[in-house]
Structures are given as C-alpha cells and as structure tokens.
C-alpha cells in the first residue's frame, strides 16, 4: 500500500471500503463481491465477518456467494448507445453508465476515455521494448516486499509486493531518511534501472499530450482544474507493484497526495498478465442520504463500478479529476492467463511528478515531530474537495499519533503558500 491511502482517523473513513480493505488484507484471495456481501450480512463488523468467511455455511451460503460471485458482466453494446464521432464544439457532457451493484466492462480506448477519469494506449511500446522491460522487472520484483501497516488496530500487509524507484542514487537515500508513508520510511528505495529510465522519456511525452487532449475535449472551458498543475508532467518517480498469480490484488483506495499535490495525474503502465483494474466514483454522504430516501434516482447510477482490462503493454493515463472523485483497486481474478514471459505475474509500473514544493521539509509537521499526509475530503457534502495535512504515525505498526489536522490551502495551480518562498 506504498503511496496509498490505507486509511485516516476522521469520521470519513469508517466508511466500507477501510474495512474492505481490511477484510481483504485478513482473507487473501477472496473477491471483493464476496467480501463485500460478508461485511454487510456481519453488519459491518469486519471481526464477524472474517468469522463468517472462514465458516462459510455459517451467514454466506455457498448459493449465495456463487450469485454474487458471478458479478453482472455488461459492456456497452448492451448499452445500445449511439456514439457521436464528429467533433464537437463544446467538451463532451459525460453520461453515467453505470448502475449500483454492477460492473461495466471497457475495453476500447473510446470508450475509456468517454466514461472514466483515465485514458488507455494500448501496444504503448515497440513490443521489444516492453518485453525487455518486463524481463529487467521480473528479476527485480524477486526481492519486492510486502508492506505493513496497522489499520483498526490490526496489522496487515499488502496482498501484493512493491518497491519504489527514483532516479538517482542520492534520491533514493533522501527517500529513506525524508519522506514518510503511512508513518514509517521506506528501507528499500531503488534507482531506476536503464530500462525503466528509457520508457520514462516515452511516458512522460504521452502523458503531457494526453492530459492536454484531455483539457481539450472534457474540461469546462477547455481550461485545466483548479489546483491542477500547469506545468510539464515530469515522472521522477515510480512505485513497481508486482500481482502474483490472481489471488494478488489491492483493495479499492485512492493514491496519496502528500507529494504529488492535489489533482495529481500518474501513468500506469501494464506488463505481463492482463488485469482488471476497478474503479468506482465517491459517493458523497449527503447524496448517499438522498439515494436511500429515493429523492434523487439519477444519483443511483454513480455506485456501480467500472471495470477496466489492462492487458500486457497499455499505458493508463489516470487523469488529474481521479484521485479525488474515484477510487480504484486490482480485482483478485479467479482465472487469468499467463504470460509467456512473466507466467502469473503482472508488473504495474506507475510513474509520478513528485513536486519540489510538496517536500517533506516544507510540509506541516504534526506534533510527532513527522510529516503529516495530505487528503482530500470525500465523502462529508459541507467539506467535500478540502485538502488536509493529518498525522499518520498511527498506521506505523506500534505507534500511536497524535491525531494533528490542519486545513491545507493551495493556489489555483496546485502550489501551497510556502512555495514562493522557495522560488526566492
Ligand atoms: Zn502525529
């Protein structure tokens, strides 16, 4: 869970998708569909649900969990929807497609690209290129480890492995003895190998281009967000994530902002086994309020999840309205085909614009003395989009923090009120 949220302490977050988090880290291997279902029949008590799960005649029969299991496989010819082609003179107006309890299947770029916050390039590289990446990664992902952390005062690990590159071997000490995730510093910080420094110069110069393509055709105005960054995406950083085999996953999270700043964009590129990368749009508690009183019925179709398939050699362009609105997540898949190069692994490189300004050296401190981590509210309506700097020493195994908050404020490009300061 290196670089992502595994949780905060605010009322925000006693919400599902922690404990799903949770339940997910305690059950290894079991689908989210089925975990989800447990934790409702336990009535969101992550405890008795895991009891359920390893009983499972006990709450979730086994009829049951084959329903649910079985999912509901749409794409959009289902749909039946007419797709208008001709260039348009105002951004296109999206439309929901999706409905609660089901999954959307995308696999077209068009599609992608209409109906989610991220754009997809397949065949990204020259085929030898990606073969040559896959196979420098594969060496290195032999020594990746799994993360620890404590989440609702259990300690869990990543149900995959990771590690994390920068681009220069003072980088990479900096890293280990500067910057904080979820309270602790990472011990294993790599610099990039060549082949993984080459691909970040294609990478970088498609990504500027999609997210500029993406202003173009989706943006109000065709003008950038607020609080996105106007400058060159540069990737001077990556998190490996390495999947091995299907029953290796990541529960539904949105990435940290800490140092990438708000409305952060990230290319993810695919290597290896093809797999389903979910996502879902945050539902704000007040119109969750208004779902449940059945007021507001064009609300019901934003809790259905997308599910996006990333096969060997795509770039995922996750643009700058995702990590704020949606959430996404690796699916454990019961059945995948292997890779003739990687077999049962799927290497995920996702590079990232770590910003000079957001260093931890200007950034709050809490009252630990550490770092703090920098979120966007989500679900509370009345705060909704704020960004705050908490303490997160509490999801270091054996600490305790000190539950610091403090509103964080930034300029319309994304730069927080030190950052002139640092220009002079
Ligand atoms: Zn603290």
Known sequence: MLGKNVGTTTEDDECTDFKLALLESLNPGIRQEVLLEALLIAQGSVEDATKNLSCPTAAVSSKKRRAVGNGYQASLSCYQIKRAFEPSTEPRVKKALTRKGKTLHLYAPDDIKAHTPCSIIHNFLPSDEADALLRELLAESSTYTRETFKLFNNIVQSPHTTC??????????????????????????????PELRRVSRRVQTTVNAEVQRRIQEYYPGRKKLKYQSPKEWIPNAAF??????GTESVGYHSDQLTYLGPRAVI?????GVSREFRIRKVVGRGEQDLKEKNVASDRADVEGQISIHLPHNSLLVMHAEMQEDWKHSIAPAQAIDPHPISENKRLNVTYRCYKESLHPRFTPKCKC????????????????????????????????????????????????????????
């Open 240 to 245: 490996v994530n390495c999947y091995d085999g």
């Open 164 to 193: 994390f590159y920068v681009n220069t071997l003072d980088e990479a000490e900096a890293q280990k003895t500067d910057y904080v995730y979820n309270g602790s510093y990472l011990k294993d910080v790599r610099r990039t190998t």
């Open 369 to 424: 003395g550490v770092p703090t981590v920098l979120r966007c509210v989500q679900k509370k309506r009345e705060s909704r989009g704020r960004y705050m700097w908490m303490c997160h020493v509490n999801y270091a195994p054996g600490k305790e923090g000190c539950g610091f908050f403090k509103w964080a404020e930034f300029d319309d490009d994304g730069e927080p009120p030190w950052s002139k300061r640092i220009e002079e």
């Open 267 to 271: 290319g993810s590129l695919s290597l």
